[in-house]
């Protein structure tokens, strides 16, 4: 079992940044072994995958937040990360992190770990 818990949201203004956090913990010895991923859900919407890194540290992001939003890795602190720069009020969304064994999936119910979402507001 993987533990995630993401830190890092917030209300900022539009074109503000903010860097999200996802720490893994408990059976987290093999976190380097897992695909890593970014979902979000506004409300009323459903929860969609931004973005992802596999374990070769290759990010892949959806169009929207393409030239925006950076993930990146630090498996030597089981820690994912998410940049996020020229935010914009559609990027208003519970962020959550999620992880899954091996390769990296597009759909949420490909992931078996995840954490318990922070908040993103922007405003304009």
């Known amino acids: 079992q993987v533990h995630l818990v993401e830190s890092g949201g917030g209300s900022v203004q539009a074109g503000g940044s903010l860097r999200l956090s996802c720490v893994a913990s408990?059976?987290?010895?093999?976190?380097?072994?897992?695909?890593a991923a970014w979902f979000r859900q506004a409300p009323g919407r459903e929860r969609v995958r931004i973005g992802d890194?596999?374990?070769?540290?290759?990010?892949r992001y959806v169009d929207s937040v393409k030239g925006r939003f950076t993930i990146s890795r630090d498996n030597a602190k089981n820690t994912l990360y998410l940049q996020m720069n020229s935010l914009q009020p559609e990027d208003t969304a519970m962020y959550y992190c999620?992880?899954?064994?091996?390769?990296?999936?597009?759909?949420?119910?490909?992931?078996?770990?995840w954490g318990q979402g922070t908040q993103v507001t922007v405003s304009s």
């Open positions: 999620a992880a899954r064994p091996g390769a990296c999936m597009l759909g949420t119910s490909d992931y078996n770990y």
């Open positions: 408990g059976n987290s010895d093999n976190y380097s072994r897992h695909c």
């Open positions: 890194i596999g374990t070769n540290h290759v990010p």
